[in-house]
């Protein structure tokens, strides 16, 4: 069965300092893969995802995330970290378009002045 | 795309009673998904349709819980004889199959709180 592994579930970033969220994955078969950002008492928000193609994908916001086939991570980054940034955020796998979407634990991203 | 709405957003029952959600998933969207996110962990999957048909159930979908989609429209979530353990918030997506299938949009979520 596949499974999300996010590596952290609490990261502190100072405001304008890289931002750094760990996600690896174990499946036979690449899957699709997304990040999803959720702010309190809401729904989720596609921040990226990865399908098939360019393994470097821009998403909202500046985040962006890449594909490593060799090492199955799908880390999330962004280069300056903004005080909006502090939420809830999630790795998710879909073993084949459409089907159910597999997610991790969740990292929380604390964003300091 | 009015996107995916989900009724009613927060819902306080007392334990043993029965309570039942909707979602109304994007128009064009065949396939309706229902998770189930507690604090602190991420959604945990619990079934999905395609049109009226569901295709796939989690184990935690336990017998007091019960999901139909009649129409291929909408979607109800009915759970019976809640138990405190049920308190979550009930998340509903829906996607596409085919081509642009790997696009899920979620809704806002039902919070329920069992007493």
């Known amino acids: 069965a596949q499974s999300v592994t996010q590596l952290g579930s609490h990261v502190s970033v100072s405001e304008g300092a890289l931002v750094l969220l760990r996600c690896n994955y174990s499946?036979?078969?690449?899957?699709?893969l997304f990040w999803y950002v959720q702010y309190p008492n809401q729904g989720l928000q596609l921040l990226l995802k990865?399908?098939?193609?360019?393994?470097l994908v821009k998403g909202i916001n500046g985040f962006e995330a890449e594909f490593k086939k060799s090492e199955t991570s799908f880390h999330l980054t962004k280069p300056s970290a903004h005080m909006s940034d502090a939420a809830e955020y999630f790795c998710a796998v879909a073993p084949r378009a459409g089907t159910a979407l597999i997610f991790g634990k969740g990292t929380t991203l604390s964003v300091s002045s | 795309d009015t996107g995916v709405s989900q009724n009613p957003r927060h819902k306080i029952t007392k334990r043993g009673q029965n309570v039942t959600f909707r979602c109304d998933p994007i128009s064009e969207h065949n396939r309706l998904y229902w998770y189930r996110q507690t604090l602190g962990q991420g959604p945990e999957f619990l079934t999905y349709?395609?049109?009226?048909?569901?295709?796939?159930k989690s184990r935690l979908l336990s017998d007091r819980f019960s999901a139909e989609r009649p129409k291929g429209s909408f979607s109800t979530l009915e759970i019976q004889r809640t138990e405190q353990g049920d308190s979550a918030m009930y998340l509903c997506?829906?996607?596409?199959?085919?081509?642009?299938?790997?696009?899920?949009?979620f809704g806002s979520g039902t919070r329920l709180t069992v007493v």
């Open positions: 990865y399908t098939t193609g360019a393994t």
């Open positions: 997506a829906s996607s596409l199959a085919g081509g642009g299938g790997t696009r899920y949009t």
């Open positions: 349709f395609q049109n009226e048909a569901q295709l796939e």
């Open positions: 499946s036979s078969v690449p899957p699709y």
